[in-house]
């Protein structure tokens, strides 16, 4: 082999010697020196902004009220003016005494009876608070006696004894003072010979009186059966909830037994139900359209349409009352 084969390959070797060394795909680089420290920037003086320069606008508390079953934002006035009835999913809120009355009777038809009867704290009840305390204020929050409203009104052509429940004072429970105002109310029926309506939404009777409360179930029930001895209808009504005591008493014994649509209805609750026997509940357990299937409740009608349909009943059951 000559030197002329030779020697390229060594001046190539040379030059490929000279280029720059790679590690990883990574040139090589010199350590930079450190630059001088440059003079900082005085920083910026931030101002408060004012509130009357954010876009953001603080909208008033109570003028939507959220659906709890189909989610959707309803306008209270809206709500207010449907009875409390959900436009978008007819979920029936819970509502007032005196606005179902209001719904329901003409207009300056209603009388009330036993105003200004009042609970009293007889056993001196204590717990985690005085029952004397907690009478006072739900008396202060829903501006009512006790938990049902009593009189007499007009429903279409037909004068009514009515007793309306309110669950908003003290979950609707019944005491002495409900038990002695709905037999009271149901008494004037009869003697007046007219129909009585009695729409329930309680939780059952109130513990804090204890056997008193337990006492109204057989007094109510009494007064009942004499209206139903003299021929005069009685339309119960149940809304959500009507449990325990009084849906034992006289919720029950309606000649007609109406119900608002999913209303939740029966005596003891679902869950002690099922730790009781021990067995899975159906679906739909103490729903309104569950006992309407089995026979408890002869109608469920949607709030909006219960004054209409409430005066075609009477219209057929009192017929015949002279």
Known sequence: MGLDNILPKRRHCRIMAKQPKKTLGLETVEPAVTPPPAEQEPAIEKKPVSPGTTRKRD??????????ECEEMIF??????????????????????????????????????DADMMSVDTLEFTGTAAYADKLV?????TGLKDA???????IGGHEVGMAVMDFNFLGGSMGSVVGEKITRIVEVATE???????????????MYEGMFSLMQLAKTSAAIAYHGRQNLPYISVLTHPTTAGVMASYASLGDLIISEPKAMIGFAGPRVIKDTTQSKLPEGFQTAEFLMERGLIDAIIPRTELKKRLSEYLDYLCGNLG
């Open 192 to 206: 007046r010979r007219l129909p009585a309506i009695i729409i329930s939404s309680s939780g059952g009777a109130r």
């Open 148 to 154: 049902v409203i009593t009189g007499i009104g007009r």
């Open 137 to 141: 204020k739900h008396r202060e929050k």
């Open 59 to 68: 909208i008033p508390q109570g003028l939507w009220t959220k659906c709890p």
């Open 76 to 113: 209270d006035k809206e709500l207010e003016e449907n009875e409390k009835v959900c436009p978008h999913c007819s979920h029936h809120f819970l509502t007032t005494a005196y606005a179902r009355i209001t719904s329901l009777t003409e207009p300056e038809s209603f009388e009330e009876f």
